[in-house]
C-alpha cells in the first residue's frame, strides 16, 4: 500500500468526480480524505454515501471530513476533523471512530492533537502550494520539528510531487497528502506509482 493519502477537492476534477475516485482507488492510495468543505451538511453527507459505494470493495481507507455526528449515524468508522472540532468531540463520540486524524501548523498544534486522541495528523503547508497562494509554506524544519514532537504518523501537505516527497520522508513523515495532482491527473494510479518511484 502506497504512503499517499488523497485530499478531494471536486472543483479541481479533470473528469466527473466519482469516476476520478474510482481510478484512484484503483492506485491503491493509503487513504482518501473526503474533503470538499464547501457543502452543507446534508450535501456532504449524500455524496459522502456515494463515495462510500466506490470504496468498500477497496484496499483504501475512505476517511469522511469535519462532520462526525452524521458519521457516526452511518457508522462510518474514520473520520477527519479541524483541530477546533476535535477539541469539541466527547469521549464518548471518539469511541465510535477506530481511526481520527485531524490538521496540524505548528508544534502545538501537534502535541495537542496527541492529548486529545488524535491517531495520525497532517502537518503544512510545507511547500509553496496554488490552495495556499499568497501564504508562505512552512518548509521542512517545520516538518521536521513535527514529527519529532509526536510518536503518531504525520503526514505532509502542501506542495507535494513525486519530486519532493523523499525529502519529506526524509524530514520523518510517515507520507504525504495530494490532492491537485490527483485530482487532475490523467491516470491516477499511475500518478501514485510515481511517488513510489522516489
Not at 459522502?48 to 475512505?62: G, M, P, Q, V, Y
Not at 495532482?181 to 500518478?191: N, S, V
Request: proline share 4%.
Amino acid at each position: 500500500m502506497s504512503d499517499i493519502i488523497c485530499i478531494t477537492a471536486r472543483n479541481l476534477c479533470c473528469r466527473d468526480f466519482l469516476q476520478q475516485l474510482r481510478l484512484i482507488s484503483n492506485g491503491a492510495p493509503r487513504a482518501v480524505i473526503l474533503r470538499e468543505k464547501e457543502l452543507t451538511e446534508a450535501e456532504y453527507m449524500e455524496l459522502a454515501k456515494k463515495t462510500a459505494d466506490i470504496f468498500k470493495e477497496s484496499n483504501t481507507r475512505l476517511i469522511l471530513h469535519n462532520f462526525y455526528k452524521p458519521a457516526i449515524d452511518m457508522e462510518w468508522k474514520y473520520i477527519h476533523l479541524p483541530l477546533h472540532v476535535l477539541r469539541e468531540m466527547s469521549r464518548e463520540d471518539k469511541k465510535c471512530f477506530e481511526c481520527i486524524g485531524t490538521s496540524c501548523h505548528s508544534v502545538a498544534d501537534a502535541l495537542e492533537a496527541v492529548r486529545l486522541g488524535a491517531d495520525y495528523i497532517t502537518a503544512g503547508h510545507v511547500f509553496a502550494t496554488d490552495c495556499k497562494k499568497g501564504l508562505e509554506p512552512r518548509g521542512l524544519d517545520f516538518l521536521r520539528a513535527v514529527c519529532k514532537s509526536v510518536d503518531i504518523p504525520v503526514y505532509a501537505i502542501g506542495g507535494i510531487t513525486p519530486y519532493n516527497i523523499g525529502e519529506v520522508i526524509a524530514a520523518g513523515a510517515a507520507g504525504a497528502c495530494v490532492m491537485s495532482g490527483l485530482m487532475k491527473c490523467d491516470d491516477p494510479a499511475e500518478y501514485i506509482r510515481e511517488f513510489e518511484k522516489k
